[in-house]
């Protein structure tokens, strides 16, 4: 965006003073050309500077005449035409000051507004700088070549005494502007580096590196030129002066040479071992400076340690490589020039690190928090004048791992060492701690990335993430501002109360929303980086069904579905649904999930579900497909407590019972089956079943163990609370409807209270047997007399006995082995698969 587009928008008596010598029209006219100009860099009076302004005096009438003919308001173009030439003419300096004082108050006044300039504006800067700095280079060289060629004229008159003292010092001043050339080129490498560091964590970076060649050839074609004249005037320069010049002007070439061999396409920066990567160098002045190579250099890529990098750097990479940290397969590659794209690249295409040898870790540090990196090295010699230079050039720190569960921690170590490393550094040495809104655009450049989407994080969210990493909630937001986070609460601390640190929550946050949730969240439908607290605040005062979307607080990778609901009394409820992982949205989207809970009305604040999300939902099949198979679809639903009976504990019965159950605590020893026979028997029709008695079971450990797999206590262990269970039914008569206190029943495990009618009171259904072996209850029951068919020695037998004997006494089929159920409370009883009981004396223990 230029200058002119945000100016243009700006109320115009902010510019009243600067419209004076220079119309607001005119500028309008004008528009991105002015800003394309040199004017905030002609600082001097020279004749360099004068000759510059004139061109763009007279670059600037033209521009306004082609106006003129195209433009309806010709006759007034024309008269600022003629103003401009009567009062710029003679001194177009003073055009020079006047424009520059015009574009400097436009950028006072959108940084005063803005508090920023566009990126693209300094980049066009920084361009306008170079060329005209070239420009007074090769302006430079002209004078040098002015002045050598000064002779004897045509008259036969002299050359001016003052030629040979003003041309050392010529020189040296054209030298000087070399230098200073030279490190604006190396000054936008690294800035080329930096960007392409920064891209590994979603930045936006322009690649192409056309341009940034076609700097170092211009600044290089004007080295040889100025060379050139350097040794044509070794006379005047004398045997003190020239081997300095010369010694400058080698440090100068072998600076752009060495600057401008560049990692094109880095190696991944969590590089598996056993895994095959790509990458590619590139050697800027390769085209000029070895197209006339015997033959193709050949470049090596090694492994080296974050020690090693540090002495390539400290040696200017002046030193070669003694031994490589890891093995590479496939690293060597031929450096070739392309004539067609003018380019000199080597390419890796299948190299693989088949291991890695680690170095010894400081301190606490793991191996995913070190850092190494390929080492890319050629040697050329470069023409015309044959000289050798070694070339070396380190990709982007790189985090070597093992298995793909290091995969997580490796990414924390880059991102960190990506955001928050300086330009120029000793590698691979980064903060340990950084300002909290530096990392607020680290996660947020991460995240859309990530995702690919354009819609980043919220001034709430980053509230949110301050919140969590910091384990602060009474801070307000500007409290957040001025603080500063730490390496180890990114990634080393775990979060309190959590299995896990904060990048690993929010590395898992970007998994999702990249897997299922892309287009939800470019809809702004998932407020996602919110607490639970806030959430109740926010949906405590909404209608029934008002509901949101968030990421799951306690889960990698999880998004939830919060919901208020509204009792009779008007007093609200927030709810939150088991959070959805990835896999889960897998089966069955987001938005379908959303159609099928009808407890889900209105999105938060007031936008009806099916607005928000209908163009979300999938188009659901109905009929039979091809093959004649009638469609099946699968649905989500949610039971609230609200929709749920609350569990029987206090004895009080359903409104509605759907199944005829009775509710009796565990067997009592006041109970015999003799005495309950004579209450039972007018209820009971006469039958063969009825006229026997009611034999006495008493279960061992392996049966309640059959009849419960998920629970092995003894029988005789008192559940707390005391679970109800389900009577069997002894009569075939469907009108039998037998009285709840006298029926005994056996415990069986699982909570069916609330399909019971009404039973003890609290206090005996709350009250505890004590804790005693399985047998041992057994023989404390004190019961009168041990049934019938019991002979008189089973009183005294052992409790190993009597266990031998209990586990030869058949199962009734009530008691044989459960399937799992859930354990809710509307668990129903046909879902253990119980029927009626049919008891006869083959039943009984030893009958044939």
Same mark, same amino acid.
């Given at each position: 965006?230029?200058l ?13 003073s ?16 002015l800003e394309n ?10 004749a360099?500077?004068s000759?510059v302004?004139s061109?763009m005096?007279?670059?600037m009438?033209?521009?306004l005449r ?6 309806g308001?010709q006759?007034?173009i ?14 177009p300096?003073r055009?020079?000051a006047?424009?520059?004082?015009v574009?400097e ?19 066009r800067?920084?361009e306008?700088?170079f060329?005209?700095?070239?420009r007074?280079?090769?302006h ?6 002015a002045?050598?060629?000064?002779g004897?004229g ?12 003003e ?10 502007e ?6 604006q ?10 960007q ?11 690649e192409n ?8 050839e ?5 080295y040889?030129q ?5 040794m044509?005037?070794s006379?005047?320069?004398g045997?003190e002066?020239?081997p300095?010049l010369?010694?400058?002007?080698n440090e ?6 060495k600057?401008?061999f560049?990692v094109e396409?880095?190696?991944?920066q ?6 095959k990567?790509?990458a590619?160098?590139r ?6 400076l070895?197209?006339?190579a015997?033959?193709p250099y ?14 390539l ?5 002046s030193?070669s490589?003694?031994?490589s940290?890891g093995?590479?397969?496939h ?6 020039t392309?004539?067609?794209?003018g380019?000199?690249?080597a390419?890796f295409?299948?190299?693989l690190?088949k291991?890695?040898?680690?170095c010894e870790r ?17 040697n ?5 004048s ?7 050039v380190?990709?982007?720190p790189?985090v ?6 290091q995969d ?11 955001a928050?490393?300086?330009i120029e550094?000793?590698?691979?040495v980064?903060?340990e701690?950084v300002?909290?809104?530096k990392m607020?655009?680290?996660?947020n450049?991460k ?8 819609k980043?994080l919220l001034?709430?969210h980053?509230?949110?993430?301050a919140?969590k ?12 501002q ?12 775990i979060?309190?109360g959590?299995?896990f ?10 998994d999702l ?9 470019s809809?702004?439908?998932i ?16 209608p ?5 979307l968030?990421f799951?607080?306690s889960?990698i990778?999880?998004?939830t579905?919060a919901y ?7 007093s609200s409820?927030?709810e939150n649904?088991q ?8 089966i069955?989207?987001?938005g379908d999930?959303?159609?099928?809970l ?5 999105l938060?604040?007031?936008t009806?579900?099916d607005q928000?999300?209908?163009?979300h ?5 109905t009929?039979?497909d091809?093959r004649?198979?009638?469609s099946t679809?699968?649905?989500?639903t949610?039971?609230?407590?609200r ?9 009080a019965?359903p409104e509605?019972?759907q199944?005829?159950?009775?509710n009796v /605590?565990v !067997? ?9 026979? @004579?209450?039972l028997? *007018?209820?009971? &029709?006469?039958? #063969?079943?009825c ?18 797999p ?10 707390? /609370?005391? !679970? ?9 008569? @469907?009108?039998?409807? *037998?009285?709840? &206190?006298?029926? #005994?029943n ?7 209270s609330?399909?019971?009618?009404a039973?003890?009171?609290a206090e005996a259904?709350d009250?505890?047997?004590?804790e005693?072996?399985?047998f041992?209850a ?5 019961l009168?007399?041990?049934p019938r ?18 586990q ?9 082995p459960l399937?799992q159920?859930?354990?809710y409370p509307?668990?129903s ?5 119980l ?10 223990p030893?009958?044939?």
């Amino acid at each position: 965006m230029s200058l002119w587009n945000l100016v243009s928008h700006m109320p115009p008596e902010e510019f009243s003073s600067l419209s004076a010598e220079f119309p607001r029209s005119l500028r309008c006219l004008l528009a991105e050309w002015l800003e394309n100009q040199p004017w905030e860099f002609i600082n001097g009076s020279d004749a360099f500077c004068s000759s510059v302004a004139s061109g763009m005096l007279s670059a600037m009438l033209e521009k306004l005449r082609s106006a003129a003919g195209s433009d309806g308001q010709q006759c007034q173009i024309l008269q600022q035409i003629s103003s401009i030439e009567n009062t710029f003419c003679r001194d177009p300096l003073r055009l020079v000051a006047v424009v520059r004082s015009v574009l400097e108050g436009e950028k006072a006044a959108v940084l005063k507004r803005d508090h920023h300039l566009p990126l693209s504006f300094h980049r066009r800067q920084e361009e306008l700088k170079f060329s005209l700095g070239l420009r007074r280079l090769q302006h430079r060289v002209r004078e040098i070549q002015a002045l050598r060629d000064e002779g004897p004229g045509r008259d036969g008159a002299a050359q001016s005494p003052m030629a040979p003292r003003e041309l050392p010092n010529l020189i040296l001043e054209a030298v000087k502007e070399l230098e200073a050339a030279k490190q604006q080129v190396l000054k936008r490498i690294q800035i080329w580096k930096r960007q392409q560091q920064l891209a590994g964590n979603g930045a936006i970076f322009e690649e192409n590196l056309a341009p940034l060649q076609k700097r170092c050839e211009n600044l290089l074609e004007v080295y040889f030129q100025l060379q050139q004249q350097v040794m044509a005037a070794s006379t005047e320069l004398g045997p003190e002066l020239l081997p300095r010049l010369l010694e400058r002007f080698n440090e100068v070439l072998s600076s752009l040479v060495k600057s401008s061999f560049l990692v094109e396409k880095q190696p991944p920066q969590v590089l598996k071992t056993q895994t095959k990567f790509q990458a590619s160098v590139r050697f800027l002045l390769g085209p000029r400076l070895l197209k006339a190579a015997p033959k193709p250099y050949v470049v090596r890529a090694d492994m080296v340690t974050e020690k090693q990098a540090r002495e390539l750097e400290l040696s200017n990479y002046s030193n070669s490589l003694s031994e490589s940290t890891g093995e590479i397969l496939h690293n060597t590659v031929a450096l070739e020039t392309n004539p067609t794209s003018g380019t000199c690249c080597a390419n890796f295409k299948n190299v693989l690190l088949k291991k890695i040898k680690r170095c010894e870790r400081k301190g606490s540090e793991s191996v995913t928090e070190e850092k190494c990196a390929v080492l890319f090295s050629t040697n050329v010699a470069l023409t015309p004048s044959n000289v050798s230079i070694h070339l070396q050039v380190l990709s982007l720190p790189i985090v070597v791992i093992v298995h793909g569960n290091q995969d997580n921690n490796a990414k924390a170590t880059v991102l960190w060492d990506n955001a928050f490393s300086d330009i120029e550094r000793v590698p691979f040495v980064v903060a340990e701690r950084v300002p909290w809104d530096k990392m607020c655009d680290t996660l947020n450049l991460k995240f859309m990335a990530e995702v690919q989407t354009t819609k980043g994080l919220l001034k709430e969210h980053y509230f949110f993430l301050a919140q969590k990493i910091f384990n602060d909630h009474s801070a307000s937001p500007e409290d957040f501002q001025s603080r500063h986070v730490s390496w180890a609460q990114f990634n080393k601390e775990i979060l309190p109360g959590r299995g896990f640190t904060f990048w690993q929550w929010f590395d898992g946050v970007l998994d999702l929303t990249k897997r299922c949730l892309k287009s939800y969240w470019s809809d702004r439908l998932i407020m996602g980086f919110i607490s639970k607290q806030y959430v109740c605040k926010l949906l405590s005062m909404k209608p029934d069904g008002t509901f949101l979307l968030r990421f799951s607080d306690s889960e990698i990778g999880g998004v939830t579905i919060a919901y208020v609901i509204r009792g009779k009394d008007g007093s609200s409820q927030v709810e939150n649904i088991q959070p959805f992982s990835a896999k889960d949205l897998s089966i069955r989207s987001l938005g379908d999930r959303i159609r099928d809970l009808e407890q889900l009305r209105n999105l938060y604040p007031n936008t009806p579900k099916d607005q928000a999300f209908g163009s979300h939902y999938n188009k659901e099949q109905t009929g039979k497909d091809g093959r004649g198979y009638v469609s099946t679809a699968i649905k989500m639903t949610v039971e609230s407590e609200r929709d749920q009976q609350p569990p029987n504990t206090m004895g009080a019965p359903p409104e509605a019972p759907q199944v005829p159950m009775f509710n009796v /605590p565990v !067997l009592q020893h006041e109970l015999h089956p003799e005495s309950l026979q @004579p209450l039972l028997a *007018p209820m009971c &029709p006469p039958t #063969p079943f009825c006229s026997q008695p009611i034999p006495t079971v008493y279960p061992t450990v392996e049966s309640s163990i059959m009849m419960a797999p998920d629970r092995l206590t003894s029988p005789f262990h008192s559940p707390s /609370p005391m !679970l109800s269970s389900p009577s069997l039914s002894h009569c075939q008569d @469907p009108a039998f409807r *037998p009285p709840g &206190p006298f029926m #005994p029943n056996q415990y069986m495990p699982g909570d069916v209270s609330q399909l019971l009618p009404a039973g003890p009171s609290a206090e005996a259904q709350d009250e505890e047997m004590p804790e005693l072996p399985p047998f041992q209850a057994v023989e404390d029951a004190s019961l009168q007399s041990p049934p019938r068919w019991m002979s008189p020695s089973m009183e005294q037998s052992s409790a190993s006995e009597l266990d031998q004997l209990l586990q030869d006494v058949p199962l009734l089929p009530p008691f044989a082995p459960l399937p799992q159920h859930s354990g809710y409370p509307n668990s129903s009883l046909s879902s253990w698969g119980l029927g009626e009981a049919r008891w006869d004396d083959s039943m009984r223990p030893g009958h044939a």
